[in-house]
């Protein structure tokens, strides 16, 4: 069976056994409705279990050695229809940034959303960055045009020039960094922090998440 086949019986499997316990938890409310053992404290425990349970995701991380092969390997699984490469995974252009793939079943939209690599100076966790949309650089995705999307995906490959001490703020160690050629005495550091990546597709849309890292 191809990886592909094996995975889609996996996350179906894993969207299945979500439905019967939500189906199950529905029947438990009902006999504690019948037996008069329902009160609005425990409707609040359960309408925010079902909720947790619907929200759940099932993540898949793709970790290894830098250009070893880990988008190109989401390419091929998640974006085979389009017939090219829609993520950057060509030698010296890959994934700068830790990259989260899955479908925004709220929003209902495809879309790219980029942070900035200066979030990382300050106290902010990445979790509270999520809940501020204003310091994130949001892209519309559109699939019926594979050229720009792939245009606007290469983001997650840009980097940018700065100085070693910048770089130190950052929270980068210069002596891992490439030296940018065509400013003396500069870096390469990611420009983005973090991306996340709306797209429709059937594995994402049953609650499939991907985590692509830098190598």
Aim: negative net charge; aromatic residues 8%.
């Amino acid at each position: 069976m191809s990886l592909q086949g094996n995975l889609t019986q996996q996350v179906e499997a894993y969207h299945n056994w979500k439905k019967e316990l939500i189906r199950q938890i529905g029947r438990y409310r009902l006999w504690l409705q019948d037996n008069n053992l329902f009160s609005d404290d425990i409707s609040a425990r359960i309408r925010h279990g079902l909720e947790l349970l619907v929200e759940d995701e099932l993540t898949i991380a793709f970790v290894g050695e830098y250009s070893r092969g880990k988008t190109e390997l989401i390419n091929a699984l998640f974006f085979s229809e389009f017939g090219q490469r829609m993520l950057p995974s060509q030698a010296g252009r890959t994934t700068m940034c830790p990259t989260e793939l899955f479908f925004d079943r709220n929003a209902n939209e495809n879309y790219l959303l980029l942070l900035p690599i200066e979030t990382r100076i300050g106290d902010l966790s990445l979790q509270q960055l999520r809940k501020q949309p204003e310091r994130w650089v949001k892209h519309d995705l559109d699939e019926r045009d594979p050229e720009i999307m792939r245009e606007v995906l290469g983001e997650v490959a840009r980097v940018k020039a700065v100085s070693t001490a910048e770089a130190r703020a950052l929270g980068f160690d210069e002596g891992m960094l490439e030296h940018d050629r065509n400013n003396p005495g500069k870096v390469l550091v990611p420009a983005w922090r973090n991306a996340q990546i709306s797209i429709r597709h059937p594995l994402f849309e049953r609650g499939l998440r991907i985590l692509d890292t830098p190598g």
